[in-house]
């Protein structure tokens, strides 16, 4: 369904990432493990194409993505990034409202239905979002994203900052709409856990490449790999 080949790209002439492949299929949950500044998020903005590809390409369903960031949210890749970035001086309604629009959806009947999704949103839809929580923001920004309607969700570090609970809460809203809506993911994270509580299987980095794929349980029983890979 989603695929990243041979891909290679950084900022300027820095290369970050080198050759990376990596495949989610249809209604799956992948992670993307790595420590900090491994190249992960690079991975996910090559995926967007908010940086410029090197090399190698983005499919979606079989056919070649074009390069701009509209054309591939068109395709049905939605993106939530590292640090949020909702529009602060937008109600969390605008939010909503501004994404669905942008990609030819009804942004009242959107904003209801991710209201219902939502619920922790419904008292603060008339807020600035510059004003919510590091988390609400989070949950704002995921929501943004769905508006959208993507059939893969991309997530850059979405429990960052981000207090227990939220996180919990996060988890659950993932797996329900990964369940319900078939809606594959694909996850960039350092939190192991968060990533072993959603994801059946992982890609792992280190130096701006990916050493391995593994399964959820290998994983979870190679606690030296653990160690070893991830410094955890």
Known sequence: MFKILNATGGYGKTTIIRDISLEVKQ???????????VGKS???RYATGTIPAMAGHVEMDGVKAE????????????????????????????????????NGHNPHQIVEKLLEDFPI???KINDLAGGLSGGQQQILALARALATKPK????????????????DEMSGILKRINKE????ILVAEQDLDFC???????????????????SRDDLRENKALQQELLGV
């Open 196 to 214: 072993l509580s959603i994801a059946k299987r992982a890609y792992v980095m280190d130096k701006g490449e990916i050493n391995r794929a593994i």
């Open 181 to 184: 809506e078939n809606i594959s």
């Open 121 to 123: 949103l419904v008292p």
């Open 152 to 167: 893969i969700l991309l997530l850059d570090e979405p429990t960052e900052g981000v207090q227990p609970s939220i996180i």
């Open 67 to 102: 390069k701009s960031p509209t054309s591939r949210a068109k395709l049905g890749i939605g993106y939530v990034p590292q640090g949020r970035y909702v529009f602060p001086r937008m109600s969390v309604r605008e939010n909503i409202a501004v994404a669905a629009a942008a």
């Open 27 to 37: 209604g799956e949950i992948v992670a993307l493990l790595g420590r900090n500044g």
């Open 42 to 44: 690079t991975v996910m």
